[in-house]
Each structure stands twice: as structure tokens, then as C-alpha cells.
């Protein structure tokens, strides 16, 4: 799998973003999909993921880091090999580079349990 992701930008604080990711590869609806994002100086740390679709209900589940739950929401389409995410009332801490990652195994929210990685996207939030 190759992902892509993309629509970072500069924002003030309180207003929204969606980045997309784009996955090139069969079988993507079999993979969970996160997101984590990198600060200047710091670690690479857990944004959110979305589980791979059921086959017999069709619902996938989100799971999302304190820091940014009822602000964020992650999605996908299945059909079009894409992950999304609506990042709402942006604070200054948001600013990193955000990056997609995708794994057909969910071991962990934390970066050595994906196994594919897009190149990042900057997304910088002034107040």
C-alpha cells in the first residue's frame, strides 16, 4: 500500500482543515488507517484511527487521542481508496506535520505498529 497525504495549510485558531489520504493498493478496505502527527522537537504521537469495514454490519469504529476527540473525525471511502481527516476548532498545539499510515493488523496506537506511511502534510493553527 502507498498512501499520499494531502490538504494541509495554515489556519488561525478556531477554524477547520480536512486532509486526505489517498491509498494506492488492493484489498484497502481490509486495513485499519491511522493518523499521527509530529511536532517540532517531539515524538510522533497517535491522532486517530478507523478500523477496516465488517463485512457483515459494514461499520467501521473510530478511536481518537484525548487531545483531539470531539474536534476530529477521521473517515473512509472504500471506493475511492481514501482516509479523511475533519479537523475542526484548531488550536496552535495542532501545528505538526500530519502524516497517514495504514496496517492490515492493529497492534497499538503508537508508530511501529503501521506498517505503510504517506509523507506528511504541515498543517500550522495561529492564534
Known amino acids: 500500500v502507498q498512501l499520499q497525504a494531502s490538504g494541509g495549510g495554515s489556519v488561525q485558531a478556531g477554524g477547520s482543515l480536512r486532509l486526505t489520504c489517498a491509498a494506492s493498493?488492493?484489498?484497502?478496505?481490509?486495513?485499519?488507517l491511522g493518523w499521527f502527527r509530529q511536532a517540532p522537537g517531539q515524538e510522533r504521537e497517535f491522532v486517530g484511527r478507523?478500523?477496516?469495514?465488517?463485512?457483515?454490519?459494514?461499520?467501521?469504529?473510530?478511536y481518537y487521542a484525548d487531545s483531539v476527540k470531539g474536534r476530529f473525525t477521521i473517515s473512509r471511502d472504500d471506493a475511492k481508496n481514501t482516509v479523511y481527516l475533519q479537523m475542526n476548532s484548531l488550536k496552535p498545539e495542532d501545528t505538526a506535520v500530519y502524516y497517514c499510515a495504514a496496517d492490515q493488523f492493529y497492534t497499538g496506537d503508537y508508530p511501529d505498529s503501521y506498517k505503510f506511511w504517506g509523507l506528511g502534510t504541515q498543517v500550522t493553527v495561529s492564534s
Open positions: 493498493g488492493r484489498s484497502f478496505e481490509t486495513y485499519v
Open positions: 478507523i478500523t477496516w469495514s465488517d463485512g457483515r454490519t459494514g461499520g467501521r469504529r473510530t
